[in-house]
C-alpha cells in the first residue's frame, strides 16, 4: 500500500492499532486468561504459540502435514524465543515496533524470563481427541483449561461459536510476552498489530 505522504500513512497505522479493538466482553475475558497463564508460569514471562490446522491441513497450508511434527516445529520457535526473552531481561532495553505513539511496555523488564519446563499458551483449531490430548501432554495449556464456566456465564452463548472464541483467543496471544505463528494466518496478523500497539519488544514475535 502506498500513501501520499508520512502523515498519512501514520494515521492509517494509527487507526488499524488503536482504532480497531476487541468488544469489551473479548478484552475482559482474554485479560482474565492471560492472568491465569501467568499464575501457572509461577508469575513469570510466558509464552504462547499459534497452530493453525483445520482447513489449512486440506488445502495444504499447514505448516507440517502432522499435529507431532507441527507442534514440534512450535516448540524449537519458543525455545529460541525465551533466549530473545532471556536477553531482553538481561539488556532492560525495550525495541518496540516501528508504529506511531507506541509506549513501550516495561512489565517485559521487570518480570522473569520463562523457565525451561514451563508450559506455554497454545491456540488452535486442531479438533482431534488425539492431537489434542498429544498437545497437552507435551506442555501446552489450551483455551479450554483457563476459561471457566463462570466465564463463559458472564461473556454469554456467543462464545459458544468457535470464530468468537478464537477472537479471544486472539486477544489472549496478543498478550503473551512471546508470540509465534504462521504467516498465512489471519489470526495471527490481528495478535501481531494488537501486539506492536500494546509495545511488546519487536523481538518477542515471529512469523514465518
Known sequence: MRFTSVAARDDFARDVLYGMRPIVAVRHLADKVAQRMQDRAGGRMWMAGHMRR???????????????????????????????????HTEQKITPFPIPDVVPDRTQLTLLPPEESDEFFLATDERSVEGLKYVREHGAVLIGDLVTIEDRREFGWGIMVTDVLALVEQAVLSKAYYFYAHAMSSVAGGAVNMRAARGADSRSTLID
Request: glycine share 12%.
Open 54 to 88: 483445520g482447513d489449512f491441513v486440506t488445502a495444504g497450508w499447514a505448516m507440517e502435514g502432522t499435529i507431532q511434527k507441527h507442534f514440534d516445529r512450535i516448540k524449537s520457535r519458543l525455545t529460541a524465543g525465551r533466549m530473545n526473552l532471556e536477553q531482553i
